[in-house]
């Protein structure tokens, strides 16, 4: 199996010489291929010193984007998709290609415990795994590890799905989960990265609450919309018979709430449908 490896690199000029420098002395990759999206340090050089092809943006794009372009570019069988600074380990390679030689599709280095950058990012990983394990009716360890390897054919499919943004992770756990392949996890510890980070907390708040929704989309938006319809129906069969008791009569409050129950249901409804014909072509 030839072994493609992917770094998306912005500004990592201090720590990715050296992941690269590990990652050749391994033997094990077919490609190192380094994605600099828009860097406006001495990435490119350091990376090309090191022995990576370097793609280049001419901007930065995001995160997703350099994972698009790298796996574009890649021609191994296998991808592995790694961070450029330092946080993760080259020599946990092994282990997620020894998965995807049992048979998996999608290998996932799931970070443990202390691994997260902060008590709050912790806490949402937490809530991510749990929505997606109520989702997908499977144990998801670690929805948002950028670490991971795959089947180049069939990440290439869902390339379209993809954001540009930090959320590709997400995108791509929850569509091959959607398409029936084979998913599984490898125990990895993350180091503290080198370098400064390029998350924003207020943007990252806002994406998070866009993910939970993502999530929902991607895999069944029925399962996110019907106890959300079925919990307005309750009140309002509640509401009604309060009323009814009480007045005698039936009040515009339990139209709506009856209303927006039904609404919602017909809005999951819709979306499941749309993203059963997102996965038609191909499946």
């Known amino acids: 199996m030839a072994i493609s490896i992917v770094l998306p690199a912005k500004n990592e000029s201090g720590a990715i010489g050296q992941t690269i420098r590990k990652i050749r002395e391994l033997d094990v990759a077919y490609e190192i291929i380094v994605v600099n999206d828009g860097s406006t340090d001495n990435t490119v050089q350091i990376a090309e010193q090191a022995g990576a092809r370097v793609i280049s943006h001419p901007y930065p794009k ?13 021609s191994g069988e296998v991808i592995i998709f790694m961070d450029a600074d330092g946080q993760h380990d080259p020599r946990d390679i092994p282990r997620l290609i020894e998965k995807i030689q049992q048979g998996y599709d999608l290998v996932v280095g799931a970070r443990q415990k202390g691994s997260q950058a902060s008590v709050g990012r912790g806490i949402a990983n937490k809530l991510y795994n749990n929505l997606a394990t109520y989702m997908t009716e499977h144990p998801v360890e670690d929805l948002t590890s950028g670490f991971r390897a ?40 993350a180091a503290k990265r080198i370098g400064k980070s390029h998350i924003n907390p ?12 993502k999530i929902a989309t991607l895999f069944s938006p029925l399962k996110m919309f019907l106890p959300i319809a079925v919990f307005l129906f309750l009140i309002a069969t509640g509401w009604y018979g309060y009323t009814l008791y009480e007045y005698s009569r039936f009040t515009n409050m339990s139209a709506l709430l009856y209303t927006g129950s039904v609404m919602i249901f017909l809005m999951g409804l819709i979306s499941e449908q749309i993203t059963a014909l997102m996965y038609k072509n191909e499946h």
């Open 62 to 74: 995001g995160n997703g984007a350099a994972i698009k372009t790298g796996a574009r570019t890649a």
């Open 202 to 213: 207020v943007k990252d708040g806002i994406r998070f609450f866009l993910i939970i929704f």
């Open 150 to 189: 795959v089947r180049a054919d069939k990440f290439k499919e869902f390339l379209y799905l993809l954001p540009n943004g930090f959320s590709y992770p997400t995108t791509s756990t929850m569509a091959f989960f959607r398409a029936g392949y084979s998913v599984t996890y490898v125990p990895i510890h």
